[in-house]
């Protein structure tokens, strides 16, 4: 018994293993980024309301300000549970597991706090259209609610993920897509008897399927006896040491991911000033790299869980061979995925039913998006590998530097010297270059060889 336990919890170093934890890691990541780009459709279809895809842009990137930090504290969480997993301490995983659960509802709540109380102030203060703050504001208040469930959603794929069950993801992934369209459909357009709620009903389906999606997941673990295996909040209370090891280990993740995406919130903001059609070639950008960006951080994560666990099974040595698979699969999807999109890009483009001039002002941004994309296909490998060995102060470093860079780049292009929105784009080429290359240099050092958590 001893034996098939350690064999399901310790990963081997192969393309099979790889693809085995990275596919239903892909599907998880790209549900709620099908789910943002199923809102934008049917907003862009919604006649009443003209400005509903430009506005999306910016309550969307402002959501994945919060849904960042959920994803840097799942990240932490994930790392943590790998390593218990590498070392075979499956009675650990269950107190970590818990302890996370009640970090995360806390967050929640100050996310909840801070969008109610401070977000329409900053907008006042950002935001040139009164309308585009009203919308935004109003939309963000109820969209907000989502927050618990998205929170607890991403724990438990940390938990999955972590302990090498990555397929039992697709259930909840399913259910929260299905769920948002059907909503989406029934709530913006006021279709079966309901309220036609426009902007606002996107953001109301969004949290119902949020709910949707954690519930099932919830179910699924139940049921294949998971929660039982690694007694999940048998023992639910504060728990010091393990709440300090996970916050030590999170807290830089979460800063990380979160000033990632503000610096996101603070380009689109300034596209604001461009206008209204540079908003919403913004927002579809946004939409690209989600969709065809979630197959290499389906990969960054299969990094992260693959190289603690290696770690915690004292195989050091596997490290680089592994990442060297690792980043030779994700390169391959990001050319695939370059080369469809600049083939055929009106095939996509269309979908969001704009009009005729829309796919002429989007072509330089989607040829510069592409090529970011090749950028960041081992880019976010190395980065989340350094996350991997246990040392995150050092990926916020990293994080910190890039950003830095990143946002005076683009103040000076699209506010001081004012230049056409693809050159702001461009801020993604060197956002990349500037996490491949420390990261780089740090897992060459070997420093991270004596790092233990």
Not at 127 to 143: C, G, Y
Not at 218 to 224: A, Q
Not at 295 to 319: D, Y
């Amino acid at each position: 018994m001893s034996a098939a336990i350690t064999n399901d919890l310790q990963v081997q170093i192969s393309n099979r293993q790889i693809i085995k934890i990275a596919l239903p890691i892909s599907l998880a990541i790209l549900i709620p980024q099908l789910n943002f780009i199923t809102n934008n459709i049917f907003l862009g279809h919604y006649t009443h309301d003209s400005a509903a895809l430009a506005v999306a842009g910016i309550t969307g990137v402002y959501y994945l300000i919060f849904a960042a930090i959920g994803y840097g504290l799942n990240n932490g969480l994930q790392a943590l549970i790998a390593r218990r997993a590498g070392e075979n301490r499956p009675e650990e995983i269950g107190r970590l597991f818990s302890q996370g659960v009640l970090i995360g509802l806390c967050v929640a709540a100050a996310g909840i706090l801070v969008t109610w109380l401070f977000t329409p102030a900053i907008f006042r203060l950002m935001i040139h259209d009164p309308e585009v703050q009203r919308k935004a504001v109003d939309f963000l208040r109820i969209r907000i609610w989502g927050l618990p469930f998205l929170y607890i959603y991403q724990l438990r794929n940390a938990l999955l993920v972590g302990t090498n069950q990555s397929r039992y993801l697709v259930a909840g992934t399913l259910a929260e897509t299905l769920a948002n369209i059907g909503l989406d459909y029934l709530l913006i357009f006021g279709h079966w008897g309901l309220p036609e709620l426009g902007f606002n009903g996107a953001a109301i389906a969004s949290v119902i399927a949020e709910f949707t999606g954690m519930f099932v997941i919830f179910l699924v673990i139940r049921w294949k006896g998971i929660s039982q295996r690694f007694g999940l909040f048998r023992e639910f209370g504060w728990n010091r040491e393990n709440s300090s090891l996970i916050i030590s280990m999170s807290a830089p993740l979460m800063f990380q991911h979160a000033i990632s995406i503000i610096s996101w919130q603070y380009f689109f903001l300034l596209i604001e000033h461009h206008g209204a059609m540079a908003l919403k070639v913004s927002n579809v950008m946004r939409n690209i790299f989600g969709v065809f960006g979630c197959v290499s951080w389906a990969f960054a994560a299969t990094t992260n869980a693959m190289v603690s666990n290696v770690i915690g099974q004292n195989k050091k040595e596997q490290v680089v061979p592994l990442l060297k698979k690792i980043i030779r699969l994700s390169m391959g999807w990001a050319v695939f995925a370059c080369i469809l999109l600049n083939l055929f890009p009106e095939a996509f483009l269309s979908i969001f039913g704009q009009e005729p001039g829309f796919t002429t002002a989007a072509m330089p941004s989607l040829r510069v998006v592409t090529a970011a994309m090749l950028l960041m296909s081992f880019s976010v490998i190395l980065l989340s590998a350094v996350t991997g060995t246990g040392n995150t102060r050092i990926t916020f470093l990293i994080e910190l530097f890039a950003i830095i860079l990143y946002c005076s780049y683009i103040y000076l292009v699209s506010e001081h010297y004012f230049l056409p929105i693809h050159y702001g784009w461009m801020s993604e080429w060197l956002y990349w270059i500037c996490l491949f290359l420390p990261s780089f240099w740090y897992l060459r050092s070997g420093k991270w060889k004596g790092k233990m958590i």
